[in-house]
């Protein structure tokens, strides 16, 4: 028997191997159009270069690369790799491209064992090296659709990854192969746990649901890639299964999120907590006032509310400014903190108002031991820009279920109650009370009507005579706000300012009275053909607005009035005053010409020098010494050191709360140069004072 080697084989039987590839050849979707010549000249030039192969000498480790498809490349275009691009450029499929080699192996297997041209021993090895070639010739002509298909894969910025059936890793995007900080042969073949992933068991069981559900599983890991800071990914493992429905592999994206994820955690953060103290908000606060309450619900046990308002805040923040009030605040934090359990909740509402829930309370004595600790560290000195300041708080507490069922009548009540404690005397704590329910009522209804009251025209102004004491003449007069209630009457000042104060109406209602007060001066100065002054008070609330004050010397130019046909009365708190929104306001009413009263001297802490430095033009001798000047030698003394102090200065001076006649000749003789009180005139409507400048038929002299 003659004998042949296959690849001699190959070459004298080349077109029949070619027209038994090319009925199976017809059959494939993507050749049918084709060009025929061209399709068999392709399998021509493959067999042939397998020939030419198989004539070389090869060693077992070349054999072994190629069996692999993973022979050295010569760097040159084969002819499987033009196979491999004109079947990606005609549109064939990797299974389609594929089926042509296979086809191609069949038909030169079959044919070379039906010749019996070569002994069984050497037909085996030349079989093996046959298929060791054309496993090669396989992955040359893939080669294109693996570079395209990895290029596709590569150009995600998400992890991309293939697994097998049995969990380990067959391909692997270069942002995968990157994140584990190697090169792709020593990841590929290893599963989660041989990667060192720290979440690897649950990744594993997620694949194994996979492979055993054949239904896409999704999920979030963690990972510290090059020891770096950890990067959070979300996941999911998506099943390939083939035509029969048998599961190939399970395809893997992973994405990045740690950026989102921070966002979302600082959205979170930014919704729940404050951004200051890092505490708690007020939203955050009320979900969990809300939870404590259903579970103490269940357990039976109480829960104790307290509502924290520092005493003295606002004096820090006006006189060192903000970033000091800022610091005192997170010092305020952290002391409240240190005084509570860790199963306690602390939080800022905002400004200067605390909030802490103590869950699980047994004993009320146990409430107010840690009341009192809380009172004794926030009345502790804190340092503050290298500075000691002085601080207190007053303290509202308030019971579940004793006083109140809801979160929103539990926080309610502890407001009440600490407004309580502060009118108690601030540095103390208050309980909540009934009679404390029925207060705030009122006090609702009583803010309810101010907000009515201009609308309504409810308020009034009525102006008090001030007298030239040395001839008691009427020299200028104060405009003083009424409110006529409709159900309360007349009420004073006292009744509503502070409600005022509170609910952001001030603003609204000095403007009102000042306006009243400009054209009232123009009234009476035209009457009197002179100018006649009119002051007006200020809060110190109005005073630390943000809202500047404008627009007066316009105002007071297109009344044709003289600039000191205005005075501006304030505290001696206001005077002395850092803050920049105060400090503004005293400097533009300089400026615009209108002079400054300092109501109630006598009780506070101004200096000569600051008198001096805020250009001062009248004191107002504090009605309490006025009325103790017939019996208080101690009064007398105050007194008379004001006018002499003041006259030296260069500023008048004026007694409020004149009474009595001895009052009268007391201060006369001081030389106190005004007075205003009952002994001279009450408070009267803006008519009623037109009539008593009327009937007073000497003129007020020239205002100084």
Partial sequence: MSTMTLADFIRTNIEVIVSRWEGFAKTIPGARHMDRVELKDHAKGILLTIAADLDQTQTSLEQAAKSEGKAPDAGKETQAKVHGNDRLSAGFSIDEAMSEFRALRASVMQLWGDSALTAPQAASEEGTRFNEAI??????????????FDALMSSS???????????????????????????????????????????????????????????????????????????????????????GGHLDAIAATARNVTERKASE????????????????????????????????????????????????????????????????????????GRCVRGTDTVARLGGDEFTVILADVNKVLHVEILVQEMLVALATPFSILGQDVQISASIGVTLFPQDASTPEDLLRNADQAMYAAKNAGKSCFSYFTGT????????????????????????????????????????????????????AGLLLPNDFIGLAEETGLIGEIGEWVLNDAMHRAREWSTLLGR??????????????????????????????????????????????????????????LRTVGVQLSIDD??????????????????LKIDLSLVRELATSGDSRSIAKMIIVMAHKLGLKVIAEGVETVEQRDWLREAKCDYAQGYLFSAPVSSLELAKLLKADTRRPPELS
Avoid: C
Wanted: charged share 25%; aromatic share 8%.
């Fill in 135 to 148: 496993d090669q010739a396989i992955s040359e002509s893939l080669e294109r659709y693996s570079r395209l």
């Fill in 157 to 243: 910025p998400d992890l991309n990854f293939i697994m097998d059936i049995r969990g380990r890793l067959v391909y692997a995007n270069k942002v995968t192969v990157r994140l584990f900080n190697g090169p792709l042969e020593e990841i590929i073949g290893k599963n989660f746990i041989d990667l060192g992933l720290p979440n690897a068991i649950e990744l594993q069981q997620k694949l194994q649901g996979v492979i055993d559900s054949r239904i896409s599983q999704s999920g979030e890991m963690s990972f510290s890639p090059h020891a770096k800071d950890e990067a959070v990914f979300e996941y999911i493992f998506e099943p390939v299964s083939n035509d």
């Fill in 265 to 336: 955690e600082e959205a979170i953060r930014s919704a729940n907590y404050d951004f200051l103290t890092g505490l708690p908000n007020r939203s955050y606060f009320l979900n969990h006032l809300d939870e404590d309450v259903k579970r103490a619900e269940r357990s039976g046990l109480s829960i104790a509310l307290l509502f924290i308002d520092l005493d003295g805040f606002k004096n820090v923040n006006d006189r060192q400014g903000h970033d000091a009030g800022d610091q005192l605040l997170q010092q305020v934090a952290q002391r409240i």
């Fill in 436 to 487: 404390m329910r029925d207060a705030a009522w009122a006090r609702l209804k009583m803010i309810d009507a101010l907000s009515r009251a201009m609308p309504h025209n409810e308020l009034v102004v009525y102006y008090q005579p001030i007298v030239e004491l040395a001839d008691e003449r009427i020299a200028k007069a104060e405009a003083l706000l009424r409110w006529r209630h409709p159900s």
């Fill in 531 to 588: 100018p006649f002054q009119i002051s007006v008070n200020k809060s110190p609330v109005e005073l630390m607005s943000k809202l500047p004050m404008k627009d007066w010397d316009t105002r007071l130019t297109a009344l044709a009035l003289a600039r000191n046909s205005l005075a501006v009365e304030i505290t001696e708190g206001a005077l002395i005053n850092e803050s920049p929104n105060v400090r503004e306001k005293l400097d533009y």
């Fill in 601 to 618: 001297f006598g009780t506070g802490w101004s200096s000569m020098r600051i008198l001096k430095q805020r250009s001062v033009d009248f």
